[in-house]
């Protein structure tokens, strides 16, 4: 059952023009929400997070809105670059008081910038 | 800047070999995690380890074990290795739990070991 879902394998976008990557989850504990990017052969890199008090996140060209009520969130890049290029990973985690919690991954979005 | 390095990025071994794969960070961060990746099924926690020698299983443990000795260092162990845990092994680290400490407390990653189990 899979808790954190991107629908859409692989997107396409212009260089200059807005990517948005999509995340739907349906575990109604999570309340806390990242993006990782990850390039072939390296680890995950944090790329922003929202947590679920709020419903949007802004740090440079990156946007992340939250809908609660659609248990969806969505990751806007915007202009879309080159380098954007990569494996985009929604991420999720539940309240979990006094020590560790992993996260929950969705399968992952590769996005490809287009010249 | 967070360090999480990995012993090996790439691991070849044989079925029913015992696999060793070890996870140094620098930061004296407290939490560390094991999650492989697998094409189609994006990242998935195999083990976590919230203090030295405290461990706690994931979503998927069968076939792994975990040993942390000391604060740094968080190794996975494959007891009996199978074709079927062929996969990329990544590990990560964080200061706090997720829930204890946020706003910018994420989860830090290592390079990642490519295993391939013949």
């Known amino acids: 059952d899979q808790q954190v879902k991107q629908n859409s394998p692989s997107l396409s976008v212009q260089e200059g023009r807005i990517s948005i990557l999509n995340c739907d989850y349906t575990?109604?504990?999570?309340?806390?929400f990242l993006w990782y990017k990850k390039y072939p052969a390296e680890g995950p890199t944090f790329l922003i997070s929202?947590?679920?008090?709020?419903d949007k996140n802004e740090d440079g060209r990156f946007t992340v809105f939250l809908n609660k009520s659609a248990k969806h969130l969505s990751l806007h890049i915007v202009p879309s670059q080159p380098g954007d290029s990569a494996v985009y990973f929604c991420?999720?985690?539940?309240?979990?008081?006094?020590?560790?919690?992993?996260?929950?991954f969705g399968k992952g979005t590769h996005l490809i910038i287009q010249p | 800047d967070v360090k999480v390095t990995q012993s090996s990025r790439y691991l070849v071994k044989r079925t029913g070999e015992k696999v060793f794969l070890e996870c140094v960070q620098d930061?004296?961060?407290?939490?560390m995690f094991w999650y492989r990746q697998d094409p189609g099924l994006g990242l998935r926690l195999i083990y976590f380890?919230?203090?030295?020698?405290?461990?706690e299983k994931g979503d998927i443990p069968e076939g792994y074990s975990v040993s942390r000795e000391k604060k740094e260092r968080f190794s996975l162990i494959l007891e009996s290795a199978s074709t079927n845990q062929t996969s990329m092994y990544l590990c990560?680290?964080?200061?706090?739990?997720?829930?204890?400490?946020?706003?910018?407390?994420?989860?830090?990653f290592g390079p990642g070991t490519r295993l391939t189990v013949l």
């Open positions: 380890s919230y203090d030295v020698k405290m461990k």
């Open positions: 575990n109604s504990m999570f309340d806390y």
């Open positions: 930061m004296d961060h407290e939490n």
């Open positions: 991420a999720a985690s539940a309240r979990h008081w006094g020590g560790a919690d992993g996260l929950t």
């Open positions: 990560a680290s964080t200061q706090n739990g997720l829930a204890g400490g946020r706003g910018t407390d994420t989860q830090y």
């Open positions: 929202i947590s679920s008090i709020k």
